[in-house]
């Protein structure tokens, strides 16, 4: 059965810093992986897909790395801003089970001014 | 220029009743999901239906039926409803399935 770990499971840190976010999983045999975000309230916004083919995706001060075979990936988020506050999820994508997305339970960032 | 939209945002009801929750996608996808988030923040997928038809039906009590009656609706019905269903529940789509996940911006439900 795939689980998905999210560590830490809060973050705060001062304005400006760089910081990286962890995700890993306890079964290699994904589709892809997909990093989201979430605001207070709100619905989840895409970041970033890696597919199990590739390595990292990159987006604005955004990274994500992906390393299928020890079953870990990375978010790393350059010069942090107080907008960047929110609740950070992986999730990864099962071929094998109809296309099943399987979710960490997230960390939460805050980002003080 | 809503994606995922999602009707209601807030629903309040009290044990016993039965409620719909609406789901429409304008992005031309093919596969449509429910997803339950818990008060715990841990989001567990329901239901996932590409063109219309069932793909995945994870374990969820009879009481819930969702029904898609074109590709860009995906409704979720719920009856008898109890106190443990309270939650958010999030619409998503996808182009297809193994495709980047788009979400509504969910319903939250609180049964009384």
């Known amino acids: 059965k795939q689980e998905v770990t999210q560590i830490p499971a809060a973050l705060s840190v001062p304005e400006g810093e760089n910081l990286v976010l962890n995700c890993s999983f306890t079964?290699?045999?994904?589709?892809?992986l997909q990093w989201f975000r979430q605001d207070p309230g709100k619905g989840l916004t895409s970041l970033l897909l890696i597919q199990s083919s590739q390595r990292e995706q990159t987006s604005g001060r955004l990274n994500a790395s992906l390393d299928k075979s020890s079953g870990r990936s990375t978010l790393y988020i350059a010069a942090s801003q107080p907008g960047d506050s929110a609740t950070y999820l992986c999730?990864?994508?099962?071929?094998?089970?109809?296309?099943?997305?399987?979710f960490g339970q997230g960390t939460e960032l805050s980002v003080k001014p | 220029d809503t994606a995922v939209s999602q009707t209601p945002k807030y629903l309040v009801t009290q044990m016993g009743n039965d409620k719909s929750i609406k789901c429409e996608q304008n992005l031309g996808h093919d596969t449509m999901y429910w997803y339950k988030q818990d008060s715990k923040k841990f989001l567990k997928i329901m239901f996932s239906?590409?063109?219309?038809?069932?793909?995945i039906n994870e374990t969820v009590p009879n009481r819930f039926s969702p029904k898609s009656p074109d590709k860009a609706h995906l409704n979720l019905h719920i009856n008898s409803l109890e106190l443990g269903d309270s939650a958010v529940y999030f619409c998503?789509?996808?182009?297809?399935?193994?495709?980047?996940?788009?979400f509504g911006p969910g319903t939250r439900l609180t049964v009384t």
């Open positions: 999730a990864v994508y099962l071929v094998d089970q109809g296309g099943k997305l399987i």
């Open positions: 079964d290699s045999a994904i589709y892809n």
């Open positions: 998503a789509s996808s182009h297809r399935t193994g495709h980047e996940q788009y």
């Open positions: 239906y590409n063109n219309k038809e069932l793909i």
